[in-house]
């Protein structure tokens, strides 16, 4: 069943068909009524696309309204043209909303290095109905979808204040600032600084600990809006309601990577520091061989000793230290039996995995999300563009 989607106050928005899908919506704005305050994070890739490049300047006066973000183009790698188009797309938006273009941030998704088809965009959105109706986020979410088999949001009520949150994406994904497309937007009042930080650090306990392929995309953009208008909320409850509803995403989304069956919540304890869990938990839920394992059903935790073994240079990780469990079963260095195995293959045949690693060295923790690899992902993406 979907989830049910509180609505935060004043924010109004639209989504529609601009041909860049056959049927479906491919094209969504929300804009608060009201000016807000706002923070992002964007790709660190060097091909960013230009729909990036105009949001990063946005991003950086903290007094965005919203977003308008056009899937199934990515419009990366399209020269001078591909700016162009961005920043008309985003002037005629928000000459729509009324609001100024330094006040919207651009995403763009899909295809790289194909030009928008600018004159059906262009028809599309003089069809727009003004002024724009209440803002649908299902239907926002939807309408960012590329290869994602459903749309991705989720509420979180904080105080008198709501944070709502969508997210699209589930392949090119090795998040480095946040990851794919996803935006959330709140009627609490949060200064813009603490706003940031805050931000700042849900991204890295949540969309920067998520990976599916190991591939960074060039358009990945995280924003979170807030107008204000439910009055001041406390910071570390709204952080708390923010990274909830980050982690419920996070969690749909790792679920539904890209011809993914199981989800894998790698949780490393016992490290140098956290940002040694971290290294670890995504090696390991990166390497093919600990997903395909996964995927099959096969209890072979040597494949997880070797991605962890991988890691050479972190030579304060002794392997005798370190212990390994597939759920609550351990299976290294207490070698299991033939039962043990069984169980172990019997809980890898679940939905949802968790391989849990301690490497006996200090306080360090981190948790990783991902999912395994089918044949499913290799046929999407062997036609992706075809």
């Known amino acids: 069943m979907p989830e049910e989607i509180l609505r935060p106050r004043g924010f109004r ?51 965005a309204r919203g977003m308008v973000v056009l899937s199934r183009n990515a419009n990366v790698a399209t020269g001078r043209a591909g700016a162009e188009h961005a920043e008309e797309v985003r002037g005629r938006v ?22 928008y088809p600018m004159d059906r965009i262009r028809a599309g959105l003089d069809g727009l109905a003004r002024p ?27 105080g008198d204040a709501v944070v709502t ?25 949060v200064p813009a600084d603490t706003l940031d930080a805050l931000f700042r650090r849900v991204m890295d306990r949540t969309f920067n600990a998520l990976s599916i392929d190991t591939d960074t995309s060039t358009s990945d953009t995280a924003a979170v809006f807030a107008n204000g208008l439910a009055g001041p909320v406390d910071p570390a409850a709204f952080e708390e309601a923010l990274y909830a509803c980050a982690l419920h995403l996070v969690r749909d989304i790792a679920s539904d990577g ?3 069956s199981k989800l894998i919540e790698v949780r490393v ?53 370190v212990g390994i469990h597939f759920g609550d079963l ?26 849990r690693i301690d490497l006996g060295i200090a306080g ?5 999300y991902g999912c395994d690899l089918t044949e499913e992902y290799v046929k999407l993406n062997a036609d992706y563009t075809t």
């Open 13 to 63: 928005g639209v989504s529609a068909n601009m041909g860049l899908k056959d049927v479906d919506d491919d094209f969504t704005t929300v804009v608060s009524e009201v000016p807000a305050r706002s923070a992002a994070v964007f790709t660190r890739s060097r091909f960013a696309g230009p729909s990036v490049l105009l949001s990063r300047e946005a991003a950086a006066r903290h007094d």
């Open 94 to 115: 928000a000459a729509i909303a009324g609001v100024e273009p330094e006040q919207l941030v651009i995403g763009s998704t899909g295809v790289i290095g194909r030009p």
């Open 132 to 158: 724009l109706p209440e803002a649908d986020y299902a239907a926002a979410a939807a309408a960012m979808m590329t290869t994602d088999t459903h749309p991705k949001y989720f509420s979180v009520p904080c």
């Open 165 to 189: 949150g969508i997210a699209k994406g589930v392949g090119m994904m090795e998040p480095n600032m946040a990851t794919l497309l996803t935006f959330f937007f709140t009627d609490a009042d």
């Open 258 to 260: 890209e011809g993914a």
């Open 269 to 321: 304890t016992g490290a140098r520091d956290d940002a040694q869990a971290k290294l670890v938990g995504k090696t390991v839920v990166n390497s093919p061989l600990v997903k395909t394992a996964v995927h099959g059903g096969d209890p072979n935790w040597g494949r997880v000793a070797m991605a962890i073994g991988k890691l050479h240079e972190e030579t304060d990780i002794e392997p005798s230290r």
């Open 330 to 355: 351990e299976v290294y260095p207490e070698e299991p039996d033939d039962a043990a195995l069984a169980r172990a293959a019997a809980y890898l045949a679940g939905n949802e995995i968790v391989i």
């Open 364 to 368: 360090g923790a981190f948790t990783v």
